[in-house]
């Protein structure tokens, strides 16, 4: 990767920007809050989480699916408002990222490519401004593919207008960057906030 290559900067929004939207962990805070089986409902929601994320069925499908199959003494709407108040900014990533963008790189496209349901992806983008980091969003919920197929990072590239080498990835799944370097594209897994700045700051703005 030449750095005076790059056009364009592809990024995950969860774990690199903002917390993961609908993570184990937030499922597993939300059995003790609600007082319900987390084995019983991860295993619904592993079955069927991947076609809510394709945007296939709403969000209220999938939480008829996973809780609501049965009576409960919570409603869907408070389950809905838990699930939206677990999306935080990760530190100091999210405003770094936006101000690098408009201060740093006028000039370079950044493009979101993010597996997420579409009432999760609406929320997170208005709720945290992210029209502030990029320019376009891929989002499994629109395109009907999620990461790591191969072809939402094929299609990423068709959007942009650009081939492989004068992209970047960032994602903090290694598993998923993988698949990005597959399909040809730059790519580096984020790890902590400090590393992604100085390799973006050192190696990007590189001559």
């Known amino acids: 990767m030449k750095a005076s290559n790059i056009k364009v900067i592809f990024s995950d929004i969860g774990g690199v920007l903002l917390t993961n939207g609908w993570g184990h962990e937030s499922r597993q805070k939300a059995a003790q809050v609600f ?3 987390y084995n019983e409902m991860n295993y619904l929601h592993e079955f069927i989480f991947n076609i809510y994320e394709i945007g296939k069925i709403t ?6 699916t996973v809780l609501f199959y049965r009576p409960r003494d919570f409603t869907r709407e408070d389950v809905k408002a838990f699930m939206f108040a677990q999306s935080q900014e990760l530190p100091e990533m999210l405003n770094w990222f936006s101000d690098w963008k408009r201060t740093q790189q006028p ?3 950044f493009i979101a490519i993010n597996n997420e349901g579409r009432e999760l992806n609406e929320y997170r ?3 945290f401004k992210l029209h502030r980091c990029f320019d376009a969003f891929i989002s499994s ?3 009907g593919m999620r990461k ?8 990423a590239l068709g959007i942009a207008q650009v081939s492989s080498d004068e992209c970047l990835y960032i994602d903090d799944r290694l598993l998923i960057v993988e698949a990005a370097k597959k399909a040809g594209i730059n790519a580096i897994q984020h790890k ?6 100085k390799f973006l700051e ?6």
């Not at 790591?148 to 299609?155: A, E, H, K």
């Not at 050192?202 to 001559?207: H, N, Q």
């Open 192 to 197: 902590n906030t400090e590393g992604t700045k």
């Open 35 to 37: 007082s319900f089986d």
């Open 148 to 155: 790591p197929d191969p072809g939402i990072f094929n299609l």
């Open 59 to 64: 969000l209220d499908t999938y939480l008829d």
């Open 107 to 109: 000039d370079l496209k």
């Open 141 to 143: 919920c629109e395109v």
């Open 202 to 207: 050192d190696y990007v703005l590189a001559e």
């Open 125 to 127: 983008i208005k709720k």
